[in-house]
């Protein structure tokens, strides 16, 4: 007799066959490896009470200066942040619809939960959110369940329709009172890549009006970008606008979009993705392009200041049809003071707007001069970087994207590629990937104010979020590779190359994303399977011992180590802090679940394959520190077979039902010794598993007794 210890090379390689891996580990799931020896992942608790809604693409965790800790949430339906364990509700509100629109609007039919409000032209469509307010019941309906959120059920141009619980006891063509408030919150998005050939599918004019679309149209899932700015965030949608959320500490205001701001002006739309760099200038990618169009306005009849002796009245020989925030220039006016470009800061009436000056000029306008609006819309440049200004004094100025001389606002474009997919701050410069190539953008200080640079154009990127910076070292998942930067563009070898991207959903890639588990050296990429339209997969990188493994988990979004000493992660309405205790903790109200982990060898020859051997004893060396169950225990699993095609069970290559077991199972625990087997066969693989409550694990160098049994099967 002789005993084997089993040695095998630390990483997964999938991308050889089973018997060519002769040394190595073959499959696995939620293990790592630590000095070179797996290990079983830790576990994961969840942190708000309350789920969210939707499927979250972002979370960012933060600190405030009044020592809070916020985590912000995006998802294809609402905005967030938790604090503590609560769960906010951030959602910007799109427009709020009120009496005279909404008198006596709600109509309900006798034995219906549904119920069926008639406001003109609303502009919501099915899923959405409204909220109603100042409503009294109709038709048996109580006030309570008709004054609080709803989700749209269903939506025409003039109507939309809630459920409510309690069924109408009478049918009412109009009712609910003259004292209705219906605000509706930001649109929803998609949570995956969905296709659709209904009306409105397609490019527009591809047919007779109202028809449908003969090929499907694919509606991209939707895509949120946080920054933290002081002790706010700034966020955009990805094709949308730009939203700003500022913080209080009882999380009382909603976000609200960046342009309706005080002071903001030129701030662009349709934004592929924002970023800060480090020198606090927030860059947004793909986006509209500065313009400036101005329009002769009415006549003016009088500039009147108020008793704040800066704010000046104006009125206009007839409606002016400005908004608040809107900009305007007046000219020869008369003090000067009264001149300039200005941003109207209210509209009292149809025919009056007010603004501020920068000083009290000491009179009344002596002439009242004319004025002409602004509009800063721009076309669409899916290659275009704009960036706001930074004001030497103050600091950064995120609503102040119009290129002065005495700014530092500006833009850039892209030469190569298509789109901007996405970009990502370093220490030293933001990097910037078009589907093809990768720039550099570095801040000068000068008057150019940025450079922009090409680092390689033989790249690709399959999303937004699939870049990752470790060690000062970039990597992100491509199409069909992995990459990584250090100043030069290479591929990164990868013994999970052909498993991990000849099994993916490629039409959602952009749900992938990538993240860092700093405490084990990992990078990690989330993934949808070939057959998955949601992330169910992750392969990781560990960067330290360059080797690559793989699982099976379900998540969203990802977020490091930070003021939360845990990284977290987002699935299914809940924010997790992972390597917290060694166990699933799927919601607050459930038990805690096992993790099932495993890792399994390669078939290991017997001299060549050639000879039969017969193992008798397996001599375990498993560690269970930091288990948080007294009785932690792992299966120890050796199968055999003669052939690379035969399973590991109880028939041979040919399918044949064999008379004795080829696969052996035990049970090991903290005192286990030794495990008696008996498995006979040419090939041989280990296997180690655990599937119980409270069970951490690290394997060693566990060692095999076996004896040769003769040439013949």
Same mark, same amino acid.
């Given at each position: 007799?002789?005993?084997?210890?089993?040695?095998?090379?630390?990483?997964?390689?999938?991308?050889?066959?089973?018997?060519?891996?002769?040394?190595?580990?073959?499959?696995?799931?939620k293990?790592?490896?630590?000095?070179? *020896?797996?290990?079983?992942?830790?576990?994961?608790?969840?942190?708000?009470?309350?789920?969210?809604?939707?499927?979250?693409?972002?979370?960012?965790?933060?600190?405030?200066?009044?020592?809070?800790?916020?985590?912000?949430?995006?998802t294809?339906?609402?905005?967030?942040?938790?604090?503590?364990?609560?769960? *906010?509700?951030?959602?910007?509100?799109?427009?709020?619809?009120?009496?005279?629109?909404?008198?006596?609007?709600?109509?309900?039919?006798?034995?219906?939960?549904?119920?069926?409000?008639?406001?003109?032209?609303?502009?919501?469509?099915?899923?959405?959110?409204?909220?109603?307010?100042?409503?009294?019941?109709?038709?048996?309906v109580?006030?309570?369940?008709?004054?609080?959120?709803?989700?749209?059920?269903?939506?025409?141009?003039?109507?939309f329709?809630?459920?409510?619980?309690?069924?109408?006891?009478?049918?009412?063509?109009?009712?609910?009172?003259?004292?209705?408030?219906?605000?509706?919150?930001?649109?929803?998005?998609?949570?995956?890549?969905?296709?659709?050939?209904?009306?409105?599918?397609?490019?527009?004019?591809?047919?007779?009006?109202?028809?449908?679309?003969?090929i499907?149209?694919?509606?991209?899932?939707?895509?949120?970008?946080?920054?933290?700015?002081?002790?706010?965030?700034?966020?955009?949608?990805?094709?949308?606008?730009?939203?700003?959320?500022?913080?209080?500490?009882?999380?009382?205001?909603?976000?609200?979009?960046?342009? +309706?701001? +005080?002071?903001s002006?030129?701030?662009?739309?349709?934004?592929?993705?924002?970023?800060f760099?480090?020198?606090?200038?927030?860059?947004?990618?793909?986006?509209?392009?500065?313009?400036?169009?101005?329009?002769?306005?009415?006549?003016?009849?009088?500039?009147?200041?108020?008793?704040?002796? +800066?704010?000046?009245?104006?009125?206009?020989?007839?409606?002016?049809?400005?908004?608040?925030?809107?900009?305007?220039?007046?000219?020869?006016?008369?003090?000067?003071?009264?001149?300039?470009?200005?941003?109207?800061?209210?509209?009292?009436?149809?025919?009056?707007?007010?603004?501020?000056?920068?000083y009290?000029?000491?009179?009344?306008?002596?002439?009242?001069?004319?004025?002409?609006s602004?509009?800063?819309?721009?076309?669409?440049?899916?290659?275009?970087?704009?960036?706001?200004?930074?004001?030497?004094?103050?600091?950064?100025?995120?609503?102040?994207?119009?290129?002065?001389?005495?700014?530092?606002?500006?833009?850039?474009?892209?030469?190569?590629?298509?789109?901007?997919?996405?970009?990502?701050?370093t220490?030293?410069?933001?990097?910037?990937?078009?589907?093809?190539?990768?720039?550099?953008?570095?801040?000068?200080?000068?008057e150019?104010?940025?450079?922009?640079?090409?680092?390689?154009?033989?790249?690709?990127?399959?999303?937004?979020?699939?870049?990752a910076?470790?060690?000062?070292?970039?990597?992100?998942?491509?199409?069909?590779?992995?990459?990584?930067? /250090?100043?030069?563009?290479?591929?990164?070898?990868?013994?999970?190359?052909?498993?991990?991207?000849? /099994?993916?959903?490629?039409?959602?890639?952009?749900?992938?994303?990538?993240?860092?588990n700093?405490?084990?050296?990992?990078?990690?990429?989330? *993934?949808?399977?070939?057959?998955?339209?949601?992330?169910?997969?992750?392969?990781?990188?560990?960067?330290?011992?360059?080797?690559?493994?793989?699982?099976?988990?379900?998540?969203?979004?990802?977020?490091?180590?930070?003021?939360?000493?845990?990284?977290?992660?987002?699935?299914?309405?809940?924010?997790?802090?992972?390597?917290?205790?060694?166990?699933?903790?799927?919601?607050?109200?459930?038990?805690?679940?096992?993790?099932?982990?495993?890792?399994?060898?390669?078939?290991?020859?017997?001299?060549?394959?050639?000879?039969?051997?017969?193992?008798?004893?397996?001599?375990?060396?498993?560690?269970?520190?930091?288990?948080s169950?007294?009785s932690?225990?792992?299966?120890?699993?050796?199968?055999?077979?003669?052939?690379?095609?035969?399973?590991?069970?109880?028939?041979?290559?040919?399918?044949?039902?064999?008379?004795?077991?080829?696969?052996?199972?035990?049970?090991? /625990?903290?005192?286990?010794?030794?495990v008696?087997?008996r498995?006979?066969?040419?090939?041989?693989?280990?296997k180690?598993?655990?599937?119980?409550?409270?069970?951490?694990?690290?394997?060693?160098?566990?060692?095999?007794?076996?004896?040769?049994?003769?040439?013949?099967?």
């Open positions: 007799m002789a005993l084997k210890k089993l040695v095998f090379q630390p990483g997964i390689n999938r991308d050889r066959t089973d018997y060519s891996s002769e040394g190595g580990w073959y499959a696995a799931d293990i790592r490896f630590r000095q070179g *020896y797996p290990e079983k992942i830790g576990g994961w608790t969840p942190i708000n009470f309350k789920p969210y809604t939707g499927e979250a693409s972002t979370i960012i965790q933060y600190g405030t200066t009044d020592n809070n800790v916020i985590i912000s949430i995006g294809n339906e609402k905005n967030y942040v938790v604090l503590g364990t609560e769960l *906010y509700d951030i959602t910007p509100i799109r427009v709020v619809i009120a009496s005279p629109a909404t008198d006596n609007c709600i109509s309900t039919v006798d034995g219906s939960t549904t119920i069926t409000f008639n406001i003109m032209a609303h502009g919501a469509a099915i899923n959405d959110y409204v909220t109603i307010s100042g409503a009294t019941s109709v038709g048996g109580p006030a309570g369940e008709i004054n609080k959120e709803h989700k749209i059920t269903n939506a025409t141009t003039n109507t329709d809630v459920s409510v619980e309690t069924a109408a006891t009478s049918t009412v063509a109009a009712g609910g009172g003259t004292a209705i408030s219906a605000s509706f919150q930001y649109p929803v998005g998609y949570p995956t890549t969905t296709f659709g050939y209904g009306w409105g599918a397609g490019p527009w004019g591809r047919s007779t009006w109202g028809s449908s679309s003969d499907a149209v694919a509606f991209p899932p939707r895509l949120i970008f946080q920054e933290k700015f002081n002790n706010d965030v700034i966020y955009n949608i990805k094709g949308g606008d730009i939203f700003y959320w500022q913080y209080t500490p009882t999380i009382s205001e909603r976000a609200v979009e960046l342009k +309706t701001l +005080t002071g002006r030129a701030v662009p739309e349709q934004v592929g993705n924002i970023i760099a480090f020198s606090g200038h927030l860059l947004a990618m793909s986006c509209t392009e500065y313009n400036i169009t101005e329009t002769d306005g009415l006549v003016i009849s009088s500039l009147t200041r108020t008793t704040r002796l +800066t704010t000046v009245t104006v009125t206009t020989v007839g409606s002016h049809g400005l908004e608040v925030n809107d900009w305007v220039l007046l000219q020869g006016q008369a003090p000067s003071a009264y001149q300039g470009e200005v941003q109207v800061m209210s509209v009292p009436t149809a025919d009056t707007f007010t603004y501020e000056m920068a009290d000029p000491g009179v009344d306008a002596t002439t009242v001069g004319t004025y002409k602004i509009d800063y819309s721009g076309d669409f440049d899916p290659l275009l970087i704009r960036w706001a200004n930074v004001d030497p004094v103050i600091g950064p100025q995120p609503e102040e994207w119009k290129p002065e001389l005495t700014n530092t606002a500006g833009f850039l474009r892209v030469q190569q590629g298509s789109q901007i997919v996405a970009a990502h701050r220490r030293q410069e933001v990097l910037v990937w078009s589907d093809i190539a990768l720039y550099t953008v570095q801040f000068l200080g000068t150019e104010v940025f450079a922009l640079q090409e680092i390689s154009d033989s790249i690709n990127i399959i999303g937004p979020n699939v870049v910076e470790a060690n000062n070292i970039i990597f992100w998942m491509g199409n069909d590779k992995f990459f990584a930067y /250090d100043g030069r563009v290479s591929t990164l070898p990868c013994t999970l190359k052909q498993y991990v991207f000849e /099994d993916m959903n490629k039409t959602n890639g952009r749900l992938n994303f990538a993240g860092i700093s405490e084990f050296n990992e990078v990690i990429w989330f *993934y949808c399977s070939a057959t998955s339209d949601s992330i169910d997969r992750y392969v990781i990188f560990n960067y330290e011992e360059k080797i690559w493994y793989y699982g099976t988990l379900a998540r969203t979004a990802w977020a490091n180590v930070g003021t939360i000493k845990f990284p977290l992660a987002a699935n299914a309405g809940y924010v997790y802090r992972h390597e917290d205790g060694v166990d699933n903790v799927e919601d607050p109200t459930s038990p805690s679940k096992p993790i099932t982990a495993f890792i399994e060898s390669a078939d290991i020859g017997i001299e060549d394959g050639d000879a039969f051997v017969l193992t008798k004893r397996v001599i375990p060396d498993v560690n269970f520190v930091n288990s169950t007294s932690p225990e792992v299966e120890v699993t050796v199968g055999v077979r003669n052939f690379p095609g035969a399973r590991t069970d109880t028939e041979d290559v040919a399918g044949n039902t064999l008379t004795r077991d080829v696969v052996t199972t035990a049970s090991v /625990d903290t005192y286990t010794n030794q008696f087997v498995a006979r066969g040419r090939q041989m693989n280990f180690i598993a655990s599937d119980t409550l409270g069970t951490q694990w690290q394997l060693g160098a566990t060692r095999i007794d076996f004896r040769p049994d003769g040439r013949r099967g």
